[in-house]
């Protein structure tokens, strides 16, 4: 490998990154697990940096849009949460510990901190969710929105979801609704949905009279919560038909969200700056893996496709250590071994070529990168049973990441809620011989 970037811990780590990156206005940061200290410890450190020394102005992550605004308000001073601790509160479903975690938290705590050090509004940096899982707490944003605003609106926001009322009994309401319109026992939301989203849009004008920035951002907030009410109703009648589908436009929603985004720091900013935060399934080109085959795509690609010139994909590997991880969906938090990387996996070429922490510009090393090669991808479950066919799959590393980050050995990242099965970890005896 050539030019790389040993980690020291030290202030110039990264200056290779900072260089790539310019002027660029999206940098998108992977991680290769949901649930590794490092991943959230390193990209906490590039945006940082980021923020203050090059001029990002927010940051948008794997999260639901009402959620993370919570936080948003926090970080800009604008909200009754005491803590960084308690204005992560609403991030309570399954998997609570992906941003409930120290990491996350010691973020919130630095965020807040440097923009009571920064005296023009505008000029804060902000936190934004751009996932659509959200579905009801979404709706309940916009009527609670419409309440403060125009109460005869908000009237007729209930009317038009009422249609999911049928499902409020549900713990969630978005997979019960879609597998009820599936099996066509319930009459599909969609023209609601579409009708609510146009009304609010539509009133925009009206409601932003008064003028001013906090304005214009809780009508953007209250926008996009209806936007995401609308994919999100047909995300959950997709998804009990088409894996690929349901994906595609969950990615496609991040996407546009992004975008809309920065067109709303723009109106401002002029020219916004935003960090993304996301596993590196979602970030790292698809057109580079094997799901391409599948006809799988994803913010990378979209973000590519969209800024060509103006975007710096980033990706985190690891050959082996812990994990924080559950073994089946909803299932509790544990902590697990992370089985070392297959033989002619990068993970392992990295591992054999002796990189603990290293940054590798992958064009630099695209002869020895461009694969394709097998590269693991541990979401919020980890079944080291099946590891082969759950967690691994192939990718031209070179055309999938712009940097990519190794850190050879990896701890858990400690979830703000710590139950018995994480502290004990996974039994040593667990531990198998071979994949």
């Known amino acids: 490998m050539r030019d790389l ?47 203050e ?13 009402p959620d993370a605004y919570r936080v948003n308000r926090y970080v800009l001073g604008l909200s009754t949460d005491k ?17 409930r975690n120290t990491d996350v938290a010691d973020f919130v705590i630095w965020l807040r901190t440097h923009n009571e050090s920064v005296e023009e509004p505008l000029l ?53 609704y879609g597998h009820a319109v599936t099996l ?70 991040m996407a546009q969200t992004l975008e809309a985004l920065a067109e709303h720091l723009d109106k ?16 790292g080109d698809a057109r580079a893996t094997s799901l391409a085959d599948e006809g799988e795509l994803n913010v990378g690609q979209l973000v590519r496709e969209r800024w060509p010139d103006d975007s710096v994909l980033v990706g985190f590997t690891t050959h082996h250590g812990w994990v924080t991880a559950a073994s089946y969906w909803g299932g509790p938090t544990e902590r697990k071994r992370v089985r070392p990387a297959l033989e002619g996996s990068y993970e392992k070429r990295f591992h054999n070529q002796g990189l603990e922490r290293a940054l590798v510009p992958t064009q630099k090393n695209s002869r020895e990168l461009k694969g394709p090669r097998m590269e693991r991808a541990i979401g919020v ?6 590891e082969f066919g759950s967690h691994w799959f192939r990718a031209a ?31 040593p005896e667990t531990y198998p011989m071979g994949l």
């Open 184 to 253: 066509r026992i319930a009459t599909p939301c969609e023209e609601d949905v579409v009708a609510q989203l146009s009304d609010l849009r539509s009133r925009a004008s009206r409601i932003l009279a008064s003028d001013g920035w906090l304005v214009e951002d809780e009508q953007f907030f209250a926008e996009q919560n209806a936007r995401l009410v609308l994919n999100a109703e047909q995300y959950y009648r997709m998804m009990y038909r088409s894996n690929v589908s349901s994906w595609n436009l969950r990615d496609q929603h």
């Open 53 to 65: 020394k090059e001029g990002f102005s927010a940051v948008a992550v794997e999260a639901d849009w």
């Open 83 to 99: 803590s960084a601790r308690e204005a992560l509160s609403n991030f309570r479903r399954f998997p609570a510990w992906m941003w």
């Open 397 to 427: 590393l070179s055309a999938q990441f712009d940097v990519v980050i190794h850190i050879d050995q990896t701890t858990a990242v400690t979830p703000l809620e710590r139950t018995s099965l994480w502290d004990e970890g996974e039994a």
């Open 124 to 176: 804060k940096a902000r936190f934004y969710g751009l996932d659509l899982y959200s579905l009801r707490t979404s709706i309940d944003e916009v009527i609670s929105y419409l309440d403060r605003v125009d109460p005869k609106a908000a009237n007729a926001a209930r009317l038009r979801y009422s249609c999911f009322e049928s499902f409020d009994q549900a713990e969630d309401i978005g997979p019960e």
């Open 5 to 51: 970037e040993r980690l020291n811990g030290t202030e110039s780590d990264y200056d290779g990154l900072v260089e790539l990156i310019g002027n660029k206005r999206f940098v998108l940061i992977g991680e290769a697990t949901h649930g590794t200290h490092e991943f959230y410890e390193e990209r906490a450190r590039i945006t940082k940096r980021l923020i």
């Open 381 to 386: 479950i980890y079944k080291p049973e099946t």
């Open 268 to 283: 401002r900013l002029e020219r916004s700056k935003i960090i993304v935060w996301e596993h590196n399934s979602h970030l």
